[in-house]
């Protein structure tokens, strides 16, 4: 029986790795961060324990989508990009490093700019990822 020596590019099969996971997630964060900013704190004591509960929500959901977005942004640095990707994009970690420490802030913070700047850091990984495919893939948000 002749053996074959099979190279992948990346740990799993092609076709596995999209920045899209990342985009849904960051989608999320923002929306949460805008409710979040628009809930009024009421001023009758009764209404006081909706309010508390909604925007506990808002923070929990908020911080998961955070975090499966970090994750997402991790598993494509860390598996999919690549040395050789280096040469024609020097700014890649920078990207990735920057991108992750924004998923970070978005969890602890209830930060405006900071959500939309998550948002764009996934738009450019989203260009830089199907660039590197040879591929354009439009993007867009549900929002």
């Given amino acids: 029986m002749k053996k074959e020596i099979v190279y992948a590019h990346c740990d799993g099969p092609c076709g596995i790795y999209d920045?899209?996971?990342?985009?849904?997630a960051a989608e999320a964060v923002l929306s949460m961060t805008k409710k979040m900013l628009e809930l009024k704190v009421p001023e009758d004591s009764e209404a006081m324990a909706h309010y508390t509960n909604t925007m506990s929500r808002y923070a929990s959901i908020k911080e998961e989508e955070a975090q499966k977005c970090k994750d997402e942004?991790?598993?494509l640095w860390t598996d999919f990009f690549k040395p050789e990707h280096l040469s024609s994009h020097p700014d890649l970690h920078t990207?990735?490093?920057n991108t992750a420490k924004l998923c970070s802030s978005c969890k602890v913070e209830i930060s405006i700019d900071?959500?939309?700047e998550l948002l764009d850091h996934v738009h450019k990984i989203h260009d830089l990822?199907?660039?590197v495919k040879n591929r354009k893939i439009d993007?867009?948000?549900a929002g």
Avoid: E, K
């Fill in 139 to 141: 993007w867009y948000t």
């Fill in 114 to 116: 900071h959500a939309n």
């Fill in 19 to 24: 920045p899209a996971s990342a985009r849904i």
């Fill in 95 to 97: 990207l990735f490093w």
């Fill in 73 to 75: 942004v991790l598993i």
């Fill in 129 to 131: 990822f199907w660039s």
